[in-house]
């Protein structure tokens, strides 16, 4: 039986998406597309369902908008030296605009300021920056995800228990970094998620946040965090996981233990995430929104460049999906963004 509804989620998309009319397939009037734009895009991994899905937005509006788009991103979501040396080369190669995913909120300000310098717009999506020359924030609020994680797993634990979060933040470089100069680099994001997911259980007595572990961006480093923390917490009743990586690893801890007692709510919407829905390992997600992520960036970028005003944010939202909701019309945009 859920083989069956997994398929018929798939068969359903494949019909929407010849139906669904996007608010992004048609340029507004006000944008001369007849000039061709050099922006460059560098986010935080070169591989995962998330990062794929903000390309692919991205290459939408490229397409739209006449936009030679040049995408980087380093190997890990831990390499910062490598984000920084990417934005540098944009700079030298004179970009037109930069749009930056950051890996470290104060490992990439520099580095952005030396952007806006060369006057070379720099828009940040996903995550934030700590440089106060950014044009503008598109992405999800942190904090509000972080919030509905917690107010679902919270549901799912009838408000009493022991829980764990699966965070990720950066490597042991960024420590080092932070020991030795005492500023923080870690990523928005992140911080953001967890702030808001404890700030909310905070309110509930009966939960206890017994551990917080941080994973880089392999799937392998966070299921052997899930793994120890299941170990040294027996009672543990619920798993929180703050992004696609994380996720993935905590899930297939609980697979391999077969600990169908334990309720997760993961973080993003990969083909692999809603096979975790139907089999009962998660219970739910909370996705953001890449495609847009992607598409409004590129888009924001050509009317920075032709001197229009674009907003100082850009919420893209976030939803919790499960069971119950994934068929509905409009959360298969968000899962299966297909472009016409």
């Not at 490229?62 to 380093?74: G, H, Y």
């Not at 006057?119 to 940040?124: C, E």
């Not at 797993?153 to 420590?175: A, P, R, W």
Request: charged share 20%.
């Amino acid at each position: 039986m859920k083989t069956f509804r997994f398929w018929l989620t798939l068969l359903m998309c494949a019909v929407l998406w010849t139906t669904v009319t996007s608010c992004f397939n048609s340029a507004p009037n006000y944008i001369n597309t007849n000039k061709t734009r050099n922006i460059h895009l560098i986010v935080k991994m070169n591989r995962g369902d998330y990062w794929n899905t903000v390309k692919l937005g991205a290459e939408a509006a490229a397409q739209e908008f006449n936009v030679k788009l040049t995408f980087k991103a380093p190997d890990s979501e831990s390499d910062i030296t490598e984000q920084v040396k990417m934005v540098q080369d944009s700079i030298k190669e004179k970009a037109d605009v930069i749009i930056l995913a950051a890996s470290s909120y104060m490992g990439l300000a520099q580095v952005v300021d030396q952007a806006a310098y060369s006057k070379i717009p720099v828009i940040s999506v996903d995550a934030e920056v700590g440089s106060a020359r950014v044009r503008t924030y598109i992405g999800s609020n942190g904090y509000e995800a972080g919030q509905k994680s917690a107010e679902r797993l919270i549901k799912l634990l009838k408000g009493y228990g022991e829980v764990g979060i699966i965070n990720f933040t950066n490597s042991t470089q960024s420590e080092e970094l932070e020991s030795s100069n005492g500023i923080e680099y870690g990523a928005r994001d992140a911080e953001e998620r967890e702030k808001g997911f404890l700030n909310y259980t905070a309110r509930y007595p009966n939960i206890q946040v017994v551990e917080i572990s941080y994973t880089t961006s392999s799937i392998k480093d966070a299921e052997d965090l899930t793994q120890l923390m299941l170990l040294k917490h027996p009672n543990l009743r619920g798993i929180a996981s703050l992004n696609e990586t994380a996720s993935q690893g905590a899930a297939m801890a609980i697979q391999s233990r077969g600990l169908q007692n334990i309720k997760m709510v993961a973080f993003d919407s990969s083909p692999s995430m809603m096979e975790l829905l139907q089999d009962g390992t998660v219970q739910a997600t909370v996705i953001q929104n890449p495609f847009s992520n992607g598409y409004l960036a590129v888009k924001h970028a050509v009317e920075v460049i032709e001197g229009i005003d674009v907003p100082e944010r850009v919420d893209t939202g976030t939803k919790l999906i499960d069971l119950d909701n994934m068929l509905w019309p409009e959360n298969q945009k968000l899962l299966f963004p297909f472009v016409r």
